[in-house]
């Protein structure tokens, strides 16, 4: 599929898109439903693990759509490509609703011909202890930061979404919210922050005396 697609494009060095648009135009190529994009996929060789932002199968896919890309991220509404050239700063790719049907669908494990075989290393499934090197060090939790952009609502509200597509009840409520957002950052960030955090930010309850602080998407 991804071979097909870049047949049917003749460009010059000058008038060559950036890696975004052609990234973007692959993932349309793929089709218009979620089996369409499963059986492209198949047809290509892109396998991946599920849960994962950069070696699913649309990662894959998307990382060889052009030698320029050096790294994918693959999320809920949009794949973030990286460049040479971007300076640490992605691209954001929006996600065709077939292909947004297709990850729900990937991650509930409803392709498993697309799950990569067992020989490769799955990074959501521990190494057996018998067998494994030395494990890769713990790099969680972190030390929290006097302000982490990274750690918005938009973050807490993603990872409801991905409860609810593996069948868990939808993030509906205010407290259940608050205490996600609080399960988050009790995984992510050590229990003292690095410094007190001065910005406009939403403040949900925490334990008594401890406020956690998000920055509003």
Request: aromatic share 6%; hydrophobic share 45%.
């Amino acid at each position: 599929m991804l071979a097909h697609f870049l047949s049917h494009v003749t460009l010059t060095p000058e008038d060559t898109p950036a890696p975004d648009v052609i990234a973007e135009r692959a993932l349309v190529a793929l089709g218009e439903t979620a089996d369409a994009v499963a059986a492209a996929l198949t047809a290509a060789g892109f396998a991946g693990f599920p849960i994962t932002a950069d070696r699913c199968p649309i990662g894959n896919y998307v990382r060889a759509s052009d030698v320029r890309i050096t790294g994918v991220s693959v999320g809920l509404d949009a794949v973030r490509v990286w460049t040479a050239t971007t300076h640490g700063i992605p691209a954001p790719v929006a996600l065709p609703d077939a292909v947004r049907t297709f990850l729900g669908r990937f991650d509930a494990r409803r392709y498993p011909d697309l799950i990569a075989s067992p020989d490769e290393t799955d990074p959501a499934v521990p190494p057996d202890p018998g067998t494994a090197e030395t494990p890769a060090p713990a790099v969680y939790p972190m030390p929290a930061p006097a302000d982490d952009a990274r750690f918005t609502l938009g973050l807490t509200l993603d990872v409801g979404k991905v409860l609810a597509a593996h069948g868990y009840p939808p993030i509906e409520s205010g407290t259940d919210l608050a205490g996600l957002q609080q399960a988050l950052f009790g995984f992510l960030y050590s229990p003292i922050p690095a410094a007190p955090v001065a910005s406009p930010l939403l403040t949900l309850p925490a334990d008594p005396g401890v406020s956690i602080l998000v920055r509003r998407r």
